[in-house]
C-alpha cells in the first residue's frame, strides 16, 4: 500500500528491499517515520513511530482516533474552487496561523498534494512555506488513508528526536531508520551541510546510537546515501548497496538514479 501523503525520499519503492533486511520482534520503532512507507507495509505486532515534525504527528493522531470522520473533513477541501493559487496560499497562511489542531490536519493534506512537488518545507519562523504547485486534480488519497488508519490501531506516534527514541528501545524491538540523506556530493562539502538541522554531528550521532542500541540486543537498520563519508561512519555494520530512482527534484533532468545502502546493525558484530 502506497502512502497517503507525497514525501521527500519516500521509501514506497524500495520497501521490499527494506523489508528483506528487517528481522523479526515484537515492535517496529521509527525515528524518523516520515509518510510511512514501512510501517503500512510490515505487520509487527506494536509500532512507536516517530519524527520531529510535530504537524505529521498531530496529523497522524487525528487520523488514529477519528478514521472515517476525519477522512471525510480532509475530503471537503479537495473540490476544483480550491486548487487555484489564490486559494492554495489563503488555506497556506491559515494552516500557519491555526491554533485548531484537527483543522490545521487537514490542511496539511491539502497542501501536501496541492503544492509543488509534495515538498514540506518550513521557514526560519516555523512557517510552512512551499509555493503552489499547479496540479489539474490532485487526487485525495481515501482508499490509502482508510488502511493507515486501520493499521495505526497498534502503534504509538510520538514527536521527539530520534535519540530519545532510540534510548527508549527495548530487548524484542526492532528499529528502522530513514534519517536525512548525506550529500552524494564531495564530503569535502559536507561540513556546511544541514537539512532541517540534520548535519554531521547528527549524522554521527545517529551512528552512536545504532551501535549502542545493538550492543543491548536491539537490530537497527538505516536507509542513507552510499558514501565513503556514511561507510565510515556507519564501520562494522553490514551493508546492502543499489541503486535508486529519484523523482522528487526541481530540475526534472537531474531525477535520475541515486547511490543507496541500507546499513544493518546487530549485537553479534559488536561482541568483543
Known amino acids: 500500500m502506497k502512502p497517503f501523503l507525497k514525501w521527500a525520499g519516500n521509501k514506497y519503492q524500495i520497501v ?10 515484537k515492535r517496529l520503532i521509527e525515528p524518523f517515520v516520515g509518510s510511512g512507507a514501512v510501517f503500512v507495509n510490515t505487520a509487527y505486532d506494536a509500532y512507536l513511530l516517530a519524527d520531529a515534525n510535530g504537524d505529521l504527528i498531530q496529523l497522524y493522531r487525528h487520523l488514529q482516533a477519528e478514521g472515517d470522520d476525519f477522512i471525510a473533513f480532509a475530503r471537503q477541501f479537495f473540490v476544483p474552487e480550491n486548487n487555484t493559487k489564490a486559494q492554495f496560499y489563503h488555506f497556506r497562511t491559515e494552516f500557519n496561523m491555526t491554533q485548531d489542531t484537527r483543522y490545521k490536519s487537514a490542511l496539511f493534506i491539502y497542501l501536501n498534494k496541492h503544492c509543488f512537488n509534495g515538498l ?6 516555523g512557517e510552512y512555506n512551499v509555493p ?7 487526487y485525495f488519497p481515501e482508499k490509502e488513508m482508510h488502511f493507515f488508519y486501520q493499521h495505526a490501531q497498534n502503534a504509538e506516534f ?10 527508549a528501545a527495548e530487548p524484542g524491538d526492532v528499529i528502522y531508520c530513514d ?6 556530493s564531495d564530503t569535502a562539502n559536507f561540513t556546511s551541510y544541514s537539512a532541517g538541522g540534520f548535519g554531521v554531528a547528527e549524522q554521527q550521532e545517529l551512528a552512536r546510537q545504532a551501535i549502542a542500541c545493538a550492543e543491548r540486543g ?3 537498520v538505516i536507509s542513507n546515501h552510499d558514501t565513503d563519508f556514511v561507510r565510515e561512519e ?5 551493508f546492502v548497496a543499489f541503486n535508486v530512482q529519484r523523482y522528487i527534484s526541481c530540475n526534472g533532468s ?4 541515486a547511490a543507496e545502502l541500507l546499513a544493518i546493525f546487530r549485537e553479534d558484530q559488536y561482541l568483543h
Open 132 to 138: 503552489f504547485g499547479r496540479y489539474q486534480k490532485p
Open 234 to 238: 556507519y564501520a562494522g555494520a553490514t
Open 179 to 184: 534519517p536525512p540523506y548525506v550529500p552524494l
Open 158 to 167: 510520538r514527536r521527539a528526536d530520534f535519540a530519545t527514541v532510540m534510548a
Open 254 to 257: 537531474k531525477r535520475g538514479k
Open 120 to 125: 514540506c518545507r518550513y521557514n526560519q519562523k
Open 218 to 220: 536491539i537490530p537497527v
Open 16 to 25: 521490499d528491499r527494506i523489508k528483506e533486511q528487517l528481522p523479526p520482534g
